[in-house]
């Protein structure tokens, strides 16, 4: 089992129980019998079986939701709601140390990255949502009907929960991902059946068993471990009121056309190819280390990563022997030894794919300055990689490699970045490096993207909306707006 040795005893306990689906409270085998294997990608151990669900046990979860929706869910006050979700908030906090070691055995990150951002953040926005329960709230309306003249009426909107949700997500921040869908829509009063990654499901699980704990009455949150065609089956039920996804833009328009069926409202988080900036007047001792983090980070797993370096003519080759000097330092080892800084990617699949992506940034005539090799060992392993000299019709500069691979390209006049950074089918976010605020303001304004970081990247944050313009996705997690975007507003006319 490898580095398994290393491991608490309550993750090794948690691994050695049967993993099954969550659904009306219970936990229950798939109706099909079948399980499938979780592996550490960084060994490729196999270290558990969980249930693998499809689309008949997507169906008794839709069920148990609608009837916890119609039932118990709604039978609670907003303030107990809010309550049981900051109970939740309590529960992955005293649990910390073990989501943080499970999510790295199951995704590969380093534990002390998870132990230090993906958990708190978890924790943070049940928290942040348990907060918006009670304050959930219409509007009253002044009402002058022409064609009813000397009637008076009053008119005042209620918000209403959408009802069943479905909630799709990917495997760069297992845990993450999943309080960012489900903290929102509870806090809203919907009932959800949540579609885990099929590489990485076991923290998804371990929060089911906490959600239980938490006392969350059962049905209001079910949990089904499969792959794609569960999800398939979720985006197309007819009796799910709204669906909401994180993942590839490519899945991200099967569930579009999944959902056309009843016409369910739908939200998607989708891919990015974000543009970093980094201007002449820039500070180097934020930006250098900044631009390695904006890349580097989760591997560059990340739909936010900053994979499009754009660097002023004039700091140009300070800016890339410092970032080359970081890349080449970053220690690549298993997530659980606390030493390591990068850990492997998520699968073997991921690894072909970002391997390719490097091999056709060479064959197109880019420059690799650090990295560029996977490692000749067991586990997921790539370099940090840099490519210079990369032209704006490249694949690599063009595509979501979803690695640690950044394409860096010089600039000099400021209306060329705009328009070759804004040149891409993506708008998820941007970096800015400048001391001029003027400057950073003006160029924040005429950047497509939904998020704009100015002398920093990666900040997230429970109350601060995150998404994305074009085709990076429709609507925002995250902030009052991702709670309206579980609710329905009605609107109510009496005559006095
Ligand atoms: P993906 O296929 O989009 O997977 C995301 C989720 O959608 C998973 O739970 C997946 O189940 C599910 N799914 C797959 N096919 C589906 C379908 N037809 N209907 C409904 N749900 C479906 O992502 P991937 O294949 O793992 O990764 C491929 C690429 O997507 C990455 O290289 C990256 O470019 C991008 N990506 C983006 C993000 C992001 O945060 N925006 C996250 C992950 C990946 P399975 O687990 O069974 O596939
Ligand atoms: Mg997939």
Same mark, same amino acid.
């Given at each position: 089992? $490898?580095?398994?040795?290393?491991?608490?005893?309550?993750?090794?306990?948690?691994?050695?129980?049967?993993?099954?689906?969550?659904?009306?409270?219970?936990?229950? !085998?798939?109706?099909?019998?079948?399980?499938?294997?979780?592996?550490?990608?960084?060994?490729?151990?196999?270290?558990?079986?969980?249930?693998?669900?499809?689309?008949?046990?997507?169906?008794?979860?839709?069920?148990?939701?609608?009837?916890?929706?119609?039932?118990?869910?709604?039978?609670?006050?907003?303030?107990?709601? $809010?309550?049981?979700?900051?109970?939740?908030?309590?529960?992955?906090?005293?649990?910390?140390?073990?989501?943080?070691?499970?999510?790295?055995?199951?995704?590969?990150?380093?534990?002390?990255?998870?132990?230090?951002?993906?958990?708190?953040?978890?924790?943070?926005?049940?928290?942040?949502?348990?907060?918006?329960?009670?304050?959930?709230?219409?509007?009253?309306?002044?009402?002058?009907?022409?064609?009813?003249?000397?009637?008076?009426?009053?008119?005042?909107?209620?918000?209403?929960?959408?009802?069943?949700?479905?909630?799709?997500?990917?495997?760069?921040? !297992?845990?993450?991902?999943?309080?960012?869908?489900?903290?929102?829509?509870?806090?809203?009063?919907?009932?959800?059946?949540?579609?885990?990654?099929?590489?990485?499901?076991?923290?998804?699980?371990?929060?089911?068993?906490?959600?239980?704990?938490?006392?969350?009455?059962?049905?209001?949150?079910?949990?089904?471990? $499969?792959?794609?065609?569960?999800?398939?089956?979720?985006?197309?039920?007819?009796?799910?009121?709204?669906?909401?996804?994180?993942?590839?833009?490519?899945?991200?328009?099967?569930?579009?056309?999944?959902?056309?069926?009843?016409?369910?409202?739908?939200?998607?988080?989708?891919?990015?190819?974000? !543009?970093?900036?980094?201007?002449?007047?820039?500070?180097?001792?934020?930006?250098?280390?900044?631009?390695?983090?904006?890349?580097?980070?989760?591997?560059?797993?990340?739909?936010?990563?900053?994979?499009?370096?754009?660097?002023?003519?004039?700091?140009?080759?300070?800016?890339?022997?410092?970032?080359?000097?970081?890349?080449?330092?970053?220690?690549?080892?298993?997530?659980?030894?606390?030493?390591?800084?990068?850990?492997?990617?998520?699968?073997?699949?991921?690894?072909?794919?970002?391997?390719?992506?490097?091999?056709?940034?060479?064959?197109?005539?880019?420059?690799?300055?650090?990295?560029?090799?996977?490692?000749?060992?067991?586990?997921?392993?790539?370099?940090?990689?840099?490519?210079?000299?990369?032209?704006?019709?490249?694949?690599?500069?063009?595509?979501?490699?979803?690695?640690?691979?950044?394409?860096?390209?010089?600039?000099?006049?400021?209306?060329?970045?705009?328009?070759?950074?804004?040149?891409?089918?993506?708008?998820?976010?941007?970096?800015?490096?400048?001391?001029?605020?003027?400057?950073?303001?003006?160029?924040?304004?005429?950047?497509?993207?939904?998020?704009?970081?100015?002398?920093?990247?990666?900040?997230?944050?429970?109350?601060?909306?995150?998404?994305?313009?074009?085709?990076?996705?429709?609507?925002?997690?995250?902030?009052?707006?991702?709670?309206?975007?579980?609710?329905?507003?009605?609107?109510?006319?009496?005559?006095?």
């Amino acid at each position: 089992m $490898g580095s398994i040795g290393t491991v608490h005893s309550t993750v090794r306990s948690f691994l050695s129980q049967s993993h099954q689906l969550l659904i009306n409270g219970q936990w229950q !085998p798939a109706a099909g019998g079948k399980t499938f294997d979780v592996e550490n990608p960084a060994n490729g151990d196999t270290i558990t079986q969980v249930a693998h669900g499809g689309a008949a046990d997507i169906d008794r979860a839709v069920q148990a939701a609608r009837e916890a929706f119609e039932g118990p869910w709604s039978k609670i006050s907003a303030s107990e709601r $809010g309550r049981l979700l900051w109970k939740l908030a309590e529960l992955i906090d005293r649990n910390a140390d073990e989501l943080a070691q499970l999510e790295s055995l199951d995704n590969g990150k380093p534990m002390t990255v998870s132990r230090a951002a993906d958990v708190p953040l978890a924790a943070d926005i049940f928290r942040y949502m348990a907060g918006w329960t009670t304050k959930i709230s219409g509007k009253t309306f002044p009402i002058s009907v022409p064609y009813t003249p000397g009637s008076e009426y009053f008119a005042y909107t209620t918000k209403e929960p959408v009802g069943v949700v479905g909630q799709i997500i990917p495997w760069n921040f !297992p845990l993450l991902m999943a309080a960012w869908k489900l903290a929102p829509a509870l806090a809203a009063g919907c009932t959800v059946v949540l579609k885990p990654a099929e590489q990485t499901p076991l923290s998804a699980l371990r929060l089911g068993q906490l959600i239980m704990e938490a006392g969350i009455p059962a049905g209001v949150v079910n949990i089904v471990t $499969g792959y794609g065609d569960a999800g398939a089956r979720l985006a197309q039920h007819p009796d799910v009121d709204k669906v909401a996804f994180t993942g590839s833009t490519e899945v991200g328009r099967l569930i579009v056309a999944a959902a056309a069926g009843n016409l369910k409202k739908v939200t998607l988080e989708l891919g990015g190819k974000s !543009p970093n900036i980094i201007f002449d007047d820039a500070d180097l001792d934020l930006a250098i280390p900044g631009a390695a983090n904006a890349i580097f980070f989760n591997h560059g797993q990340c739909c936010a990563a900053g994979s499009r370096l754009y660097i002023h003519d004039k700091v140009y080759d300070k800016v890339i022997d410092g970032i080359t000097k970081i890349a080449k330092s970053i220690q690549l080892g298993d997530g659980i030894d606390p030493k390591t800084q990068m850990g492997p990617l998520v699968s073997r699949e991921q690894l072909d794919r970002v391997c390719s992506y490097i091999e056709s940034g060479r064959k197109a005539g880019a420059k690799i300055v650090a990295g560029g090799e996977r490692l000749a060992q067991s586990g997921y392993f790539v370099q940090p990689t840099i490519m210079t000299e990369t032209t704006p019709d490249m694949q690599v500069v063009r595509e979501e490699i979803f690695g640690p691979v950044v394409v860096a390209m010089r600039f000099h006049d400021a209306e060329d970045l705009l328009r070759i950074a804004n040149d891409s089918e993506y708008g998820l976010a941007a970096g800015i490096w400048t001391r001029d605020l003027k400057k950073a303001h003006q160029v924040s304004s005429r950047l497509r993207a939904g998020t704009t970081w100015i002398n920093c990247y990666n900040i997230f944050d429970a109350a601060l909306p995150f998404g994305g313009y074009k085709q990076s996705g429709w609507g925002r997690e995250m902030g009052e707006e991702a709670v309206n975007l579980y609710l329905e507003t009605k609107s109510v006319c009496l005559l006095k």
